[in-house]
């Protein structure tokens, strides 16, 4: 009888432990973040409890063993331009080189599309025959002679403020798998991604001048032969309907001040009211941020539709006091755009990871 049940004994506790270990699975296991997309080729975004990874440091019998960072994917259907020659409405793209924003397009002819224009003073709707760079530039210059504007409309900053650790969450600012070390000239590898100062800012900052939108294509099939869906549908192809006109700073900033400072200097640069031609800002935030190390990535200003990054503070409130007005001979450059899957017009999602 001993020799039968200890084995149902051990069989019971065996059983104890399985429901147990189950138990702690089901408590750690990844959990699908709201909103995900899971069609179109696009993998729903899985993110992990941060409580069981967010480790600064490891320790096994007393000994520091290495450092640990956490992956994080994300997803963004708002992406900042980076090729402005390459940003049209109605134009066609491979999806996978939205996601790193290299533009692959796709060649077959579409449709003529209608367009609107949000202008702050009045509305325009407006037809483009045949969707390219120099017919969407028309159709602007069209709509801003046609618009109701009255004199020059200064409008005000809008901006995001994020403390980063890592490089890679620059791609945060961005909306997608951009190159942050080629963006900014700086060497983002191994140990490299890691900010060299004591605080790491980011903050995007915008001025919105006016959007151009696109209605869903006739019979919802963006492409002239209709059959050319199917022949591109091994791309998932996906179309430009939304660009949004104004000017665009993404700013990286490292400081040896603190977290709270570092912010406080920067919001006041970018609430600051311009005073003879430059920006009336205290002492002590004009020394935090002239002791930073600061590199700020531009679209717009006066006279320039290029894409540009600056270093320093010069550069930084250059950029803040010059080309803030908005007027009919100068409406900005493509700052940001959104785009839909021409399978069946839905909203597209970048993909992207950043470590944390």
């Known amino acids: 009888m001993k020799r039968i049940i200890l084995p149902m004994a051990l069989l019971v506790v065996a059983s104890i432990t399985s429901v147990s270990c189950r138990q702690d699975i089901n408590e750690e296991s990844p959990t699908v973040l709201d909103g995900a997309k899971a069609s179109k080729g696009l993998n729903p975004v899985v993110t992990l409890p941060s409580k069981y990874l967010n480790y600064d440091e490891v320790s096994v019998g007393g000994q520091p063993i290495t450092s640990k960072t956490t992956t994080v994917t994300l997803n963004s259907d708002q992406m900042v331009v980076t090729a402005p020659n390459k940003t049209f409405i109605g134009g066609v793209y491979n999806s996978t080189t939205l996601d790193n ?25 407006d037809t483009i025959e045949k969707p390219s760079l120099s017919s969407m530039r028309s159709s602007i210059f069209k709509a801003m002679q046609s618009a109701n504007f009255s004199g020059q409309q200064s409008l005000a900053f809008d901006y995001n403020i994020k403390q980063f650790s890592y490089y890679s969450e620059l791609k945060i600012a961005f909306g997608a798998n951009v190159n942050i070390g080629s963006i900014f000239s700086i060497d983002v590898s191994g140990s490299n991604n890691k900010v060299k100062k004591n605080t790491g800012i980011f903050a995007k900052f915008t001025q919105k001048n006016f959007t151009i939108d696109m209605d869903i294509p006739d019979n919802g099939n963006i492409f002239k032969n209709e059959s050319d869906l199917n022949l591109a549908a091994s791309k998932n192809p996906v179309y430009i309907n939304s660009i949004t006109y104004g000017r665009l700073g993404i700013i990286s900033l490292e400081s040896d001040y603190s977290y709270n400072e570092t912010a406080f200097a920067l919001k006041a640069a970018l609430n600051a009211k311009m005073v ?28 320039s539709d290029a894409v540009q990054v600056v270093q320093g503070y010069t550069g ?21 755009f959104t785009a839909a899957h021409a399978e069946d017009n839905s909203v597209y999602y970048t993909t992207f990871t950043v470590e944390k």
Do not use: W
């Open 101 to 125: 924003l290299s533009y692959t397009p796709i060649s077959y002819p579409v449709k003529p599309i209608t367009v609107s224009y949000s202008f702050p003073s009045d509305f325009i709707v």
């Open 276 to 303: 003879n031609g430059s920006i009336s800002i205290d002492v002590q935030s004009k020394k935090i941020l002239e002791e930073s190390d600061l590199k700020v990535y531009i679209l717009g200003g006066i006279g």
């Open 316 to 336: 930084f409130i250059n950029f803040i006091v010059n080309g803030g007005q908005f007027t009919a001979n100068a409406p900005g450059v493509p700052i940001n």
